[in-house]
C-alpha cells in the first residue's frame, strides 16, 4: 500500500453507459501507484474499472467495476477471513442457519 496522494496518470477508458454523454471516451485518471498493475490489467482484459483505491494501510483496498462488482482487497489473510464470517453465505451457497443445523444434526 502506497502513501495517500502517491498517484500515477493512467490512461482509462470510461465506457458509454457511464458517460454524461452516452459515448465512450479516454480519460487521465490518477491511481494509487501500488494498483496501477492490478487496475491495468483489469482493464486490458476487458473487466473495466470505475474507482480504485489501496486504503493507505489503514482499510481494505478497493476496486469498482463497471458492471457494477466491487473488489475488495484484504491487508492479510486474517483480515480476509474476518470479511469473509460476516457474509449470510458461503462460497457453498449455505447461510450461517444451514451450518448450525448440520452441526446440530450431527451431534444428534
Not at 500515477?8 to 465506457?15: R, Y
Amino acid at each position: 500500500m502506497c502513501k495517500w496522494g502517491d498517484i500515477v496518470a493512467m490512461g482509462l477508458t470510461i465506457p458509454a453507459h457511464l458517460s454524461h454523454t452516452g459515448k465512450a471516451y479516454k480519460k487521465l485518471v490518477g491511481i494509487d501507484r501500488c494498483m496501477v498493475s492490478i487496475v491495468r490489467c483489469l482493464n486490458d482484459n476487458d473487466l473495466i474499472t470505475v474507482a480504485s483505491c489501496c486504503g493507505h494501510g489503514n482499510a481494505p483496498g478497493n476496486i469498482s467495476l463497471a458492471d457494477g462488482r466491487e473488489i475488495i482487497i484484504a491487508r492479510s489473510w486474517e483480515e480476509a477471513r474476518k470479511m469473509e464470517s460476516v457474509l449470510e453465505i458461503n462460497i457453498h451457497g449455505e447461510t450461517k442457519t444451514d451450518l448450525v443445523e448440520r452441526r446440530n444434526h450431527h451431534e444428534l
